[in-house]
């Protein structure tokens, strides 16, 4: 970064920087970010960093009189720069790529700027009304029926979690002031997911109070998707011992693999037994918008609560997961609490602090409606689209390969996969050992980054596209890269 024309300023102890040097700061930091856009190939992927290497080179104490932004800068890029892994980068293709898009980190800058809490709707008129407008035009997008009001949390597992929250009050809804500790007249309360289903679930339950033993993972056929059959059976079983089933986590868009639950009927099973349906779409949901695989929503409308996540593949920066409800009053009547101090004379309007568990909320539609304006519709669409075809070529490129074996079926953007030699038979262990030292070396490159799940308890590579820069490019890389590494390791080679 170039720092050098910085000037000294003489600074005041009450006031706040000089508009002078906030300006002279920020250009030299917006051009450091252009630059970094446009060169950001150049980093290694991963950070390449030791354990404890960050913390060893910086102070262990704060400064006791202030450092110029001089100093702070050149520290940034000399000290934390090579400790970042950049998930920014076209060629991360772990977890789920996101994107910090260049109109979405100008909204933050703003965001940051006005610094709105929108806690109430006095607090913010506009943070709150914009949320409300831009999660509408989401639902339309996602073709949602109109009683899906929508909420901004910050992360897919908050917004699990509210589901969770809205799905206790409406099965007991006296939780709220009586609570479930030393209750003989509240029979356990269940949750079903599948086996693939995000973590987010079993961490809702723990912080509900219900225990992961309240969470019942329900098998998946094949292609990793929920059995509605074992479902059934299970709610049958459940209610026959007295169990009182409280709700059923779909996802569209696993983790591992991306499958989609058979949503229809999965539906069918939550009305005809009265429990609460969640959609869990935080990755996958986004698909939704696309004409060409709306079909992955099917049945989602007759959903209670919905979760699709703009920060994963909404090109939206971190963080920012767009909860629906169907019955928001509900959460509201499980969770809503006013203090004195927040009382307001308002009527007819939305006080978000309502829907969610934290009171500060930040002015999170900004950032959202500025990435639905600048790319529109039709852009979020064609890059989604085009995300779909990279995971499908590359998953054309393993099936074509002796050397590879999918995993999974690629229905979005994940392809799961695992290196079989050829040359000679490994035992089931030895190709985890293989597979597992493959992804070390080839992380280690630092021309790409994947990750690794498991899959029927065997090690799976995992390459998942999502990142807005990302091209094709970008998947050839990774797969010379998987290639070239796996012909260098000697118990391949040998
Ligand atoms: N649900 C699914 C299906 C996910 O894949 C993830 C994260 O990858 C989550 C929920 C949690 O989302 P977040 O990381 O935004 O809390």
């Avoid at 069918?268 to 349906?277: G, K, P, S």
Wanted: proline share 5%; with cysteine; aromatic share 8%.
């Amino acid at each position: 970064m170039n720092t050098s024309s910085f000037k000294d300023v003489e600074r005041s102890p009450s006031r706040d920087m000089d508009p002078a040097e906030f300006q002279e700061t920020g250009e030299t930091l917006l051009q450091w970010i252009a630059r970094y856009f446009r060169e950001s190939e150049q980093y290694p992927v991963l950070a390449r960093t030791l354990p404890g290497e960050i913390r060893k080179a910086l102070p262990t104490a704060a400064p006791d009189a202030g450092d110029t932004m001089q100093a702070i800068l050149e520290d940034f890029e000399r000290i934390l720069v090579p400790g970042l892994t950049h998930w920014n980068h076209p060629r991360f293709f772990g977890y789920f790529p996101i994107t910090g898009s260049a109109p979405g980190v100008l909204a933050e800058l703003l965001t940051a700027a006005l610094n709105q809490q929108a806690m109430l709707w006095r607090t913010s008129p506009a943070a709150t009304e914009l949320e409300e407008v831009v999660l509408d035009w989401l639902r339309q997008l996602l073709q949602l029926p109109q009683g899906f009001e929508g909420v901004i949390h910050d992360g897919g597992s908050s917004s699990n979690l509210h589901a969770l929250i809205a799905a206790r009050a409406a099965a007991a809804p006296e939780v709220r002031t009586i609570g479930i500790v030393a209750r003989s007249d509240l029979p356990p309360l269940r949750i079903y997911c599948s086996e693939q289903t995000h973590s987010s679930v079993e961490k809702a339950a723990i912080v509900l109070g219900l225990g992961q033993r309240a969470v019942c993972k329900i098998s998946v056929d094949e292609a990793f998707r929920m059995s509605p059959e074992a479902l059934l059976k299970a709610i049958r079983a459940d209610k026959a011992a007295g169990i009182q089933p409280m709700a059923v986590v779909a996802t569209v868009g696993t983790t591992s693999t991306s499958s989609i639950d058979p949503v229809p009927e999965i539906a069918d099973i939550c009305e005809a037994e009265r429990i609460w349906l969640h959609v869990d779409g935080s990755y996958g949901g986004a698909a939704a918008i696309v004409p060409r695989h709306a079909h992955i929503f099917a049945g989602v409308a007759r959903a209670d609560s919905v979760v699709v996540n703009p920060h994963k593949w909404l090109f939206t920066p971190l963080d920012a997961s767009a909860f629906f409800c169907r019955r928001m009053d509900v959460l509201r009547a499980g969770l809503a609490l006013t203090s004195d101090y927040l009382e307001t004379r308002e009527t007819g309007v939305k006080n978000l602090m309502d829907t969610g568990v934290a009171l500060a909320r930040r002015f999170r539609a900004l950032k959202l409606w500025t990435v639905m304006r600048y790319y529109g519709a039709q852009g979020l669409r064609e890059r989604i689209t085009e995300h779909i075809r990279l995971a499908q070529e590359f998953a054309s490129w393993i099936d074509a390969s002796a050397d590879f074996q999918r995993l999974a079926p690629v229905p979005l953007s994940v392809v799961c996969f695992r290196a079989v030699p050829t040359a000679r038979a490994l035992s089931p262990d030895g190709l985890d050992e293989l597979n597992s030292d493959l992804l070390e070396r080839v992380n280690a490159s630092g021309e790409v980054f994947l990750s690794h799940t498991r899959l029927n308890g065997r090690y799976a590579l995992r390459l998942a596209i999502c990142n807005i820069r990302t091209t094709e490019a970008h998947i050839a890389t990774a797969w010379r890269v998987l290639r070239e590494t796996l012909a260098r390791i000697p118990a391949y080679a040998s």
